[in-house]
């Protein structure tokens, strides 16, 4: 039986050279970078290196690198480590609608304890308007996070338009009430720009197992200056916000797998973007009452999200497991949920779209062929759960 996997935006597999940099941390290089002995100071040497690699690509200083365990973990250290210095006044946070739950909950949470926050809406493709978020701003607002591209429906923001936006307003403001700003890039990475001052941002999270790199370790770019604290209370490694003993295999990892991906990322996105085409156009063809969900045009060159009327995303996932094809409803992270995403929902769509939707993301050794069976598959599936379906949804 054919394998296909085209669940990228869930995890990737790990690329053999990012692999092979790894390998001599795991036995070799074994020291702990905070001793001072021959062995610590080899393992710090290759943070330094790993370190200044990454900041290379964002454009920054190496301090301003600060490695995690996690996209999530880097998500909520932005969210929360910067709450923390507003704790007293109970500041404002400007978000959206469609964030990963690594934004939306801190927020929520935050919400308990009095602070303040306005999720802003999309359009029916899934773009915030910058002209809500200026319009969103208050006096006590101190943090905008907006994410770069969508996990779900691969829509990507104007984040260097929304930074360009949040300058001009700082320039109205006394210096303590600066608004700081955000980006969740962990599904950018490997396709846009990262330069985080072309794109104007303060805070940018990035994590490893989107990029062909190691699950479980991620980072956090804090820009010089900026009033966070840490979640993390310890030995006070990576400028004192994320104590614990630096995953030293992981961030190497982490930093050749940005390298690569940052390097071919024109090249494979122009790659990608037939096949995701390809098969948009071919599901149009083949399958009736269906909507694509997100913009054509401004979204990731592998994400391709659809709703498949009359059906249940989860059946239908189901049936084409079966036949070796792997894909998801969703973000991964609610895939054991019985919740329609949110994100759909927040495009106006009704509730059977939802539960109807399917997402296919492509990578590095998707091929045209992979998408001939995806597309010779697809189509018997739906017409088989339309047949025993109880729904009937007007498109």
């Excluded at 970078?33 to 200044?52: C, F, V």
């Excluded at 995690?68 to 959206?96: P, V």
């Excluded at 006096?139 to 360009?164: D, H, R």
């Excluded at 927040?346 to 001939?372: C, Q």
């Amino acid at each position: 039986m054919r394998k296909v996997y085209i669940d990228h935006a869930a995890t990737t597999y790990m690329d053999k050279k990012v692999f092979r940099a790894m390998e001599p941390y795991f036995e070799k290089v074994y020291g702990n970078p905070s001793s001072i002995h021959k062995e610590g100071r080899k393992a710090k040497y290759a943070l330094y290196q790993a370190r200044k690699k990454v900041a290379q690509i964002l454009g920054c200083q190496l301090a301003e690198i600060i490695f995690t365990g996690s996209g999530t973990e880097s998500c909520n250290l932005a969210i929360f480590g910067m709450a923390e210095d507003f704790s007293e006044k109970k500041g404002h946070i400007i978000t959206s609608k469609i964030e990963h739950h690594a934004i939306l909950r801190p927020c929520e949470k935050l919400e308990k304890k009095g602070f303040s926050v306005t999720y802003l809406p999309v359009d029916r493709e899934g773009i915030v308007d910058v002209l809500d978020i200026q319009e969103a701003v208050k006096p006590e607002t101190f943090l905008i996070s907006i994410i770069y591209a969508n996990n779900e429906i691969g829509v990507i923001q104007s984040i260097a338009e929304i930074g360009k936006l949040i300058k001009r307003l700082n320039t109205a403001r006394p210096p303590k009430s600066k608004i700081y700003f955000h980006t969740d890039a962990c599904q950018a990475a490997g396709f846009l720009d990262l330069n985080v001052n072309k794109l104007g941002v303060d805070l940018l999270s990035l994590n490893g197992s989107k990029i062909y790199g190691p699950k479980g370790v991620g980072m956090l770019f804090v820009r010089q200056g900026i009033p966070i604290k840490p979640m993390i209370l310890g030995g006070g490694q990576e400028e004192g916000l994320r104590a614990g003993t630096e995953n030293l295999a992981g961030i190497i990892g982490f930093a050749k797998a940005l390298e690569i991906v940052q390097r071919e990322r024109k090249k494979e996105s122009a790659r990608l973007i037939k096949l995701r085409d390809y098969l948009i156009s071919g599901i149009e063809k083949k399958i009736p009452k269906i909507v694509l969900n997100g913009h054509r045009e401004k979204r990731l060159p592998n994400n391709v999200n659809v709703s498949i009327l009359d059906i249940e995303g989860e059946a239908a996932l189901l049936w084409l497991d079966k036949y070796g094809i792997y894909a998801l409803t969703g973000s991964a992270c609610d895939s054991q949920s019985l919740e329609p995403s949110h994100v759909i929902l927040a495009l106006g769509r009704p509730y059977e779209y939802a539960h109807g939707s399917l997402r296919f993301s492509l990578g590095r050794k998707t091929t045209k062929k992979d998408i001939d069976y995806l597309l010779k598959v697809l189509p018997r599936v739906v017409k088989t759960l339309r047949e025993i379906s109880p729904i009937t949804v007007k498109l």
